[in-house]
């Protein structure tokens, strides 16, 4: 307890500093407990490589996490970026009960959609496996539907927390958001030490739905400590969250189609030699470690200031604060990856060789690793964008972002393949970031050109 309450009056210190102090200070925070998930949850990728290796059974989990993946990034991702301009903008008025009012009506469209979203994949998920698995033969198909059904709770349960986590971050309270992530892989190798003899590919899934319970258990209590009410509201006539759902719209447009690339790297994987799921999995899990720890810690921790400098029209500070992380996203990114690249084998082979986890394994995840490494400063530049552009409340733009993104994946994806197989995806992943940054970029900077001229019109009446 007395941890906790050094970490809270250490946030409360940084919130009273200048705004790159709060902002470094906060993401330090965020990176810290986000590193001590990631070595828990490295620690569970070990255990899962040397029990499952490349073999079917995970291939099946996997796959079977793709529609419970992508709904929750679509609709509960999609109301954090909505939701959380808004929501810091009537606070910051002083009207923390119309605040209060628009959190619990966007909780219950949030949670009402999550809800008719697993009702339709109860129906038809039969019908979307075989097309997304089309390369598993009929017994490995059945498998990865029967964990499809397992893991349908874990939609509304993740949804929520990814809203409350939100809500969280908004009031400053970075700590709890960050921490409760470490449930998941704990309570999965927990399963797996304990059933993963009798269960196999079973055990992955009671460890996801413990792990995940355990975490919207801990974060309800946390907005409770924050006098935050968790019950979802129904209200049709409230402006504020009507207004929050014309953003929703756009945002959740470019949600579905960005993250249809995943889906469609997870589908055009398993048309190829079996194990190539799994082994693209453990080819991202590194690279996607180190970019929990940057590019979500930064644009987490940025996201509520860049939300207060749009509020108050500070338009040539929210720009000098972009191009400030944007610099040193770059000075810092591009040797990692160089060192990354140059080391991958090295890497993979510390990490996961042993047990079920072959050499053959090693050669082609190391190769799957080098070519995804390169989307780190592209990846980590353009989440700061992204949060930009939904501060401006200019959503739209995402959507033709995303939209593009996935064209070219498809494409890519396809060209790429035939020349190098599974470790193609992770080329076509790291040049379509390479786009959708230049893409984002200049979109930024045309709208807060336009912002400045704006606010300059106005100033001279």
Same mark, same amino acid.
């Given at each position: 307890?007395?941890?906790?309450?050094?970490?809270?009056?250490?946030?409360?210190?940084?919130?009273?500093?200048?705004?790159?102090?709060?902002?470094?200070?906060?993401?330090?925070?965020?990176?810290?407990?986000?590193?001590?998930?990631?070595?828990?949850?490295?620690?569970?990728?070990?255990?899962?490589?040397?029990?499952?290796?490349?073999?079917?059974?995970?291939?099946?989990?996997?796959?079977?996490?793709?529609?419970p993946t992508f709904v929750i990034n679509v609709i509960a991702g999609s109301f954090h970026s909505a939701l959380i301009p808004a929501y810091i903008h009537v606070r910051d008025e002083g009207h923390s009960k119309e605040a209060q009012n628009l959190f619990s009506n966007v909780a219950a469209y949030c949670l009402i959609l999550l809800l008719m979203t697993g009702v339709v994949v109860t129906f038809f998920g039969h019908l979307l496996l075989p097309v997304m698995a089309s390369g598993f033969h009929q017994k490995k198909l059945a498998l990865t539907q029967t964990l499809l059904y397992w893991l349908l709770p874990v939609i509304a349960i993740q949804g929520m927390i990814v809203l409350w986590s939100a809500v969280l971050n908004a009031c400053n309270r970075f700590v709890l958001a960050a921490i409760?992530?470490?449930?998941?892989?704990?309570?999965?190798?927990?399963?797996?030490?304990?059933?993963?003899?009798?269960?196999?590919?079973?055990?992955?899934?009671?460890?996801?739905?413990?792990?995940?319970?355990?975490?919207?258990?801990?974060?309800?209590?946390?907005?409770?400590?924050?006098?935050?009410?968790?019950?979802?509201?129904?209200?049709?006539?409230?402006?504020?969250?009507?207004?929050?759902?014309?953003?929703?719209?756009?945002?959740?447009?470019?949600?579905?189609?960005?993250?249809?690339?995943?889906?469609?790297?997870?589908?055009?994987?398993?048309?190829?030699?079996?194990?190539?799921?799994?082994?693209?999995?453990? /080819?991202?899990?590194? =690279?996607? +470690?180190?970019?929990? %720890?940057? $590019?979500?810690? @930064?644009?987490?921790? &940025?996201?509520?200031?860049?939300?207060?400098?749009?509020?108050?029209?500070?338009?040539?500070?929210?720009?000098?604060?972009?191009?400030?992380?944007?610099?040193?996203?770059?000075?810092?990114?591009?040797?990692?990856?160089?060192?990354?690249?140059?080391?991958?084998?090295?890497?993979?082979?510390?990490?996961?060789?042993?047990?079920?986890?072959?050499?053959?394994?090693?050669?082609?995840?190391?190769?799957?690793?080098?070519?995804?490494?390169?989307?780190?400063?592209?990846?980590?530049? /353009?989440?700061?964008? =992204?949060? +930009?552009?939904?501060? %401006?409340? $200019?959503?739209? @733009?995402?959507?033709? &972002?995303?939209?593009?993104?996935?064209?070219?994946?498809?494409?890519?994806?396809?060209?790429?393949?035939?020349?190098?197989?599974?470790?193609?995806?992770?080329?076509?992943?790291?040049?379509?970031?390479?786009?959708?940054?230049?893409?984002?970029?200049?979109?930024?900077?045309?709208?807060?050109?336009?912002?400045?001229?704006?606010?300059?019109?106005?100033?001279?009446?």
């Amino acid at each position: 307890m007395k941890l906790w309450a050094g970490l809270g009056v250490y946030c409360k210190g940084l919130a009273a500093g200048t705004i790159h102090r709060r902002i470094i200070g906060a993401a330090m925070t965020i990176s810290v407990l986000t590193l001590i998930c990631q070595l828990v949850a490295v620690a569970k990728e070990l255990w899962v490589a040397a029990w499952f290796g490349t073999s079917d059974a995970l291939d099946a989990f996997l796959m079977a996490m793709v529609i419970p993946t992508f709904v929750i990034n679509v609709i509960a991702g999609s109301f954090h970026s909505a939701l959380i301009p808004a929501y810091i903008h009537v606070r910051d008025e002083g009207h923390s009960k119309e605040a209060q009012n628009l959190f619990s009506n966007v909780a219950a469209y949030c949670l009402i959609l999550l809800l008719m979203t697993g009702v339709v994949v109860t129906f038809f998920g039969h019908l979307l496996l075989p097309v997304m698995a089309s390369g598993f033969h009929q017994k490995k198909l059945a498998l990865t539907q029967t964990l499809l059904y397992w893991l349908l709770p874990v939609i509304a349960i993740q949804g929520m927390i990814v809203l409350w986590s939100a809500v969280l971050n908004a009031c400053n309270r970075f700590v709890l958001a960050a921490i409760v992530p470490v449930f998941l892989p704990l309570a999965i190798i927990g399963t797996l030490v304990t059933t993963g003899r009798q269960w196999s590919a079973f055990s992955l899934v009671i460890g996801t739905i413990a792990g995940v319970t355990g975490q919207v258990i801990i974060m309800g209590w946390g907005l409770k400590q924050q006098g935050i009410r968790i019950r979802p509201r129904w209200g049709m006539n409230n402006p504020r969250a009507r207004a929050v759902m014309g953003q929703y719209a756009p945002v959740v447009a470019g949600a579905f189609l960005m993250s249809g690339t995943n889906v469609v790297d997870q589908a055009m994987a398993a048309m190829l030699d079996p194990g190539s799921v799994a082994a693209l999995s453990y /080819g991202s899990r590194i =690279v996607n +470690v180190g970019l929990g %720890l940057t $590019a979500a810690s @930064i644009a987490t921790a &940025a996201f509520p200031y860049f939300s207060k400098q749009v509020a108050q029209k500070d338009w040539t500070g929210l720009w000098q604060t972009l191009c400030f992380y944007l610099r040193w996203v770059f000075i810092i990114a591009v040797p990692v990856s160089l060192l990354t690249f140059a080391f991958s084998a090295q890497i993979v082979r510390l990490f996961y060789e042993r047990g079920a986890f072959l050499a053959k394994d090693t050669y082609l995840v190391a190769h799957i690793q080098s070519l995804f490494v390169w989307q780190a400063p592209f990846y980590i530049g /353009g989440m700061l964008l =992204v949060r +930009v552009i939904s501060s %401006l409340k $200019a959503n739209q @733009i995402l959507m033709w &972002a995303s939209g593009l993104n996935l064209l070219l994946k498809v494409a890519m994806n396809y060209l790429f393949i035939q020349w190098m197989g599974v470790a193609g995806i992770a080329l076509s992943t790291s040049l379509m970031y390479l786009g959708s940054f230049v893409f984002v970029y200049y979109s930024v900077r045309i709208l807060l050109g336009k912002s400045m001229k704006g606010s300059q019109i106005h100033g001279s009446e």
